[in-house]
């Protein structure tokens, strides 16, 4: 017999990264909101690296916040390191990376939760989702209580049909030994939707006392740091440094050793594990010929003495993984305080879903994070804001948001994903976007923030203060293209720049685009007028010596989005178009793509298919047209 709870606008399964971000979303935008997860000890919890962003991951931290997402202002609050990524490398690869006190992070996250006055916290375990007319309505608990909302958001990470693997100890959990979720899981198949298993793991954490220092190399925070939100201007937070250290000759003989007893080559992991993040027994097999790897000691907080040791990601089991450790240098008397461990977990296959993150066969239920078949913190906090935004603009009765490949990772992420699909864990990668010299770090404000302000969740004030630093630099950009410099007043200095002088006037424009010259040189020749920011000088450097590449790129992104521009009616039945290839039919039937130029990324489609189907478009559109 069931209770009947309070009924909602949204409900929120879960309080990972992904499940706070589309909590703060809906709740921000109007909607009285519930999250309901497992552990309320648990919300934001980081169950690996105590670290957000680094590569492209980094940049989705700073497109969230654009949008108004939490992760960026949380990671600002409670970093313990922060380092700027790639810096010897052009501006498109930059990435911010930060250690985070990992307690303060998830206590301050549970905080801004419960300060929110549309967000109702319960800690409880969902076994069911409420189906009326193949509409998702609402969810059932464990303990029998029946929650309603017109939105229903799934954010379940790791924890459906969680199974812990050390060795050939295996039981059901779900990360860090907590109750995993099984019914939820069984429910989903009984609803249609088609799962696959996956696998991550995590390495041992070590006592900070019994690691030997001097024989590892110091890794520092940057002196002056920059920060994720765009809110943050300076910071008081004391930093710790991280340690670099190397697998041996010797790591790598007890590994091949034990390798029957590994078990992901024993049979007994039978999910896929994440391609770009490896245990250390697969990079000892798949890079045999390599002498070491590298190895991290990350400090987890400040109130802690656990250590994580990152890039000895294992399942092996623990006699082994004590073995391991102690043959890498500056961990020989080292004391595990927790042991590494593989997880398997459900996923829900991701072309199931529309680029809104609402799933296709269940209208109101919307996925994120690693139920959606990624890894990381920053790509469930990247769903998590567009599924909690998409989630509440449906109880508002508005079109879902939906960013494009040119607009932001996270547009590059999620076509990925609900396109293409994955048989393993995502990451994002840089590589991974067409247009990276567009999606920068520095830019993602300039990017996102109209957007997060349109949808409501950049305050005006913020608003105000984005649209005076794009009018600025503007200025400052046209100022530079304008002012002429004469041979006799910049000689000198591009001399002592080792830059060829000038014999004629040169606008400062000309100047800065050269690679010897920098920002700095130019205020150095011309003050500027305007009040800038070292972020605005920034990118004004950035806009000037990058301004022939971005120009062909957005030349590139304009013929592209006349594809996208080319919407697919829901009601095409593909199987009736005369001329498309098998593979093609049975593609793009699963898929429905929303555009031609979402048709054009699906595998298996190929560019003749794509000919069929646009003059098969223009029958079908002549044909409705006529009906009236």
Request: aromatic share 6%; net charge negative; hydrophobic share 35%.
């Amino acid at each position: 017999m069931s209770y009947i709870g309070s009924n909602y606008d949204v409900i929120v399964i879960g309080a990972g990264h992904a499940g706070v971000e589309s909590a703060l979303a809906a709740a921000r935008m109007g909607c009285k909101t519930l999250v309901i997860t497992i552990n309320l000890d648990m919300v934001a919890f980081m169950p690996c690296n105590p670290s957000i962003g680094g590569p492209a991951k980094g940049h989705v931290v700073r497109e969230v916040d654009a949008l108004g997402g939490e992760m960026g202002r949380n990671i600002d609050r409670t970093f313990i390191q922060m380092r700027m990524l790639n810096t010897g490398k052009g501006p498109a690869v930059h990435a911010l990376r930060a250690q985070a006190d990992k307690f303060s992070y998830q206590h301050t996250m549970k905080e801004t939760l419960e300060k929110e006055p549309n967000i109702t916290l319960r800690q409880g375990m969902v076994d069911e989702l409420i189906v009326e007319e193949g509409q998702c309505v609402g969810v059932l608990t464990m303990t029998g209580t029946e929650y309603r909302a017109k939105s229903i958001v799934l954010t379940t990470g790791t924890y459906l049909r969680g199974k812990v693997i050390m060795g050939e100890l295996t039981y059901e959990s779900g990360p860090n030994n907590q109750q995993p979720s099984v019914k939820l899981a069984e429910n989903l198949r009984e609803h249609g939707f088609e799962l696959v298993r996956f696998k991550t793991g995590t390495p041992m954490r070590v006592h900070r006392d019994t690691i030997d220092f001097s024989k590892t190399e110091i890794q520092p925070g940057d002196e002056n740091p920059k920060f994720f939100s765009h809110e943050t201007v300076s910071s008081t937070n004391e930093q710790l440094p991280c340690w670099l250290t190397y697998t041996t000759a010797e790591t790598q003989a007890i590994i091949m050793a034990n390798l029957d007893r590994a078990p992901m080559y024993s049979g007994l992991i039978e999910g896929t594990g994440p391609r770009y993040c490896p245990s250390i027994e697969d990079k000892v097999v798949r890079f045999s010929d390599k002498a070491r790897h590298q190895i991290f000691l990350e400090p987890e907080g400040k109130s802690t003495a656990e250590y994580y040791v990152q890039g000895l990601s294992t399942s092996m089991p623990e006699d082994v993984q004590i073995a391991m450790l102690h043959s890498v240098p500056g961990l020989e008397k080292a004391e595990i305080m927790r042991n590494g461990y593989a997880i398997e977990y459900d996923a829900m296959v991701p072309t199931q879903l529309w680029p809104s993150l609402e799933t296709k066969k269940m209208p109101g239920l919307f996925t994120a994070g690693q139920i959606n078949g990624t890894s990381g913190y920053e790509e469930a906090a990247a769903q998590g804001v567009i599924a909690g935004i998409n989630a509440a603009r449906k109880v508002q009765g508005k079109e879902p948001i939906v960013l494009n490949r040119s607009q932001g990772y996270i547009g590059v992420l999620i076509d990925d994903l609900v396109t293409k699909g994955t048989n393993e864990p995502y990451r994002l990668l840089t590589s991974r976007a067409e247009y990276r010299l567009l999606l920068r770090h520095d830019n993602a404000d300039l990017r996102l923030t109209p957007i997060g302000h349109e949808i409501g969740l950049i305050t005006d004030e913020r608003y105000e203060r984005f649209l005076i630093k794009k009018e600025t630099v503007e200025l400052e950009v046209e100022r530079l293209r304008i002012e002429k410099a004469r041979p006799s007043e910049v000689n000198a200095l591009l001399e002592a720049s080792e830059s060829s002088q000038i014999q004629d006037g040169s606008s400062m424009l000309v100047l800065l685009r050269r690679p010897e010259i920098n920002y700095s040189h130019i205020e150095q020749l011309s003050p500027s007028p305007y009040e800038l920011s070292d972020e605005m000088k920034e990118q004004v450097e950035i806009q000037i010596k990058y301004a022939g590449y971005i120009e062909k790129q957005m030349m590139h992104v304009e013929k592209l989005q006349k594809m996208e521009k080319k919407k697919i009616p829901d009601s095409i039945i593909y199987e009736e178009i005369k001329g498309l290839a098998i593979e093609a039919r049975q593609k793009l039937a699963k898929i429905r793509p929303l555009s031609i130029g979402q048709a054009t990324r699906i595998a298996g489609v190929t560019p003749a298919d794509i000919s069929v189907l646009l003059i098969y478009l223009e029958h079908y559109n002549r044909v409705t047209a006529a009906r009236g």
